[in-house]
């Protein structure tokens, strides 16, 4: 298998994986974004007079959110940033460096590829008890490279363009590279119909999976079309089947993180008011995260004994879910990264909106908080035995 990067989400620049030549890297920039009714020629004209190009703007309709990436002409991002805070125009709310941005993995030979990660969750134990009690369609959003449908397991997808400016352009669904499926897969492929693999977001029903692509080439990504798509799910909730998980396994080379920006946790405001969670996966890089959880749940990648991967990010939050050696599809071979633990806790989230639908997201991802196994080292990971029962179906 080829050296894919299975991550997790943060502001992002450019991916680290080498640009095709149809994909050219962004240069260095920021991300402002405005105060609510902002004058727009102002703050363009006040921008280009102090030196910078409008590289790209995203926005919502529905909460006002308005987003500008911009790269100043000096090169310079910290001078840039400290010059604009210091005016205190009062068009804008909050300046940012925009961090690098990849898709990481961790590759591993499937000579015996098993499902350790649904035993450490107890989701055999949860199926017992399910039997016909989903009384919806589990829904599932993920903002990646793409979702190619799986015959059998992953069969209804919507997808949606965001690629160098697209505002959710409606799309057969593909996978630009095969980082979106495996994501997909781990949370929301079909269970208990003999095929593949088992995804923790249903027992027998098929998944409704929202695709939102931000990759041609499933490396190569820009910033504004990832903060783009999820303006876009703030916009369309009901396009999306309602209030649910949207999951984001993109990464940062180095902080500030995705969780650490104001303009992503505006925007993780904005969907936890209406229902819905932002699942970020935490990382691959084996560093301190110190950035509060606010508005997002951000999920660090375990291994077989519980422990925290070596790889993954930590910081002061603590959520959890297994990121060693799981079992991907298409392809069966075995991924190590906290992109494959953050579909767990959103599978996890869809399945028991699936069994009580009065539950919106939020609501469900406290019951997995509350409701997980607790590690020694403070780490919860789902136990959704105990979920599924306290889900009240």
Known sequence: MKNLSIAFLTVLLFSSVSATAAEKPHPPSLLIE????????????????????????????KCGIHV???????????????????????NIKSIEITPLTRLEALPNDPDSPQQYALGIMNFSSALNIIGNHQKITPRFTLVDTGVQPVS????HVSQYNFVN????????????????????????????????????GTSNLPVRITSCRISNDGGTINTLDVIQALLWCVDNQALRGGPGPINVSLGSTAPPTYNGSSVVQDIAHELRNQGDLLVLAAGNNA??????????????????????????????FHGAAPAVNIIIIPSLALESGTSLAA???????????????????????????????????????????????????
């Open 287 to 316: 560093m301190l995260d110190p950035s509060p959880e606010l508005y997002a749940r951000r999920v660090a990648g375990t291994d077989q004994n519980n422990q925290l991967a070596s790889f993954s990010v930590f910081g002061p």
């Open 152 to 155: 059998g397991e992953l069969t």
């Open 34 to 61: 405005t105060t609510r009714n902002a004058d727009k020629q102002a703050i363009d004209d006040f921008l280009t007079e102090n030196g910078c190009t409008i590289l790209g703007e995203a926005h919502s309709t």
């Open 68 to 90: 500008i990436e911009v790269a100043p002409k000096s090169g310079d991002l910290t001078q840039f940033k400290q010059k604009i805070e210091k005016v205190k125009n009062a």
């Open 343 to 393: 579909p767990y806790w959103s599978g996890s989230i869809a399945l028991l909106q699936s069994l009580n639908p009065r539950l919106n997201a939020v609501q469900a991802d406290s019951i997995i908080y509350n409701q997980a196994n607790v590690t020694g080292a403070d780490w919860h990971i789902p136990n959704l035995f105990k979920a599924v029962n306290s889900a009240r179906f």
């Open 165 to 200: 400016g697209a505002n959710g352009t409606p799309e057969s669904p593909f996978d630009s590279g095969i980082h979106g499926t495996a994501v997909a897969g781990t949370g929301a492929a079909t269970t208990d119909n003999h095929n593949l693999i088992a995804g923790v």
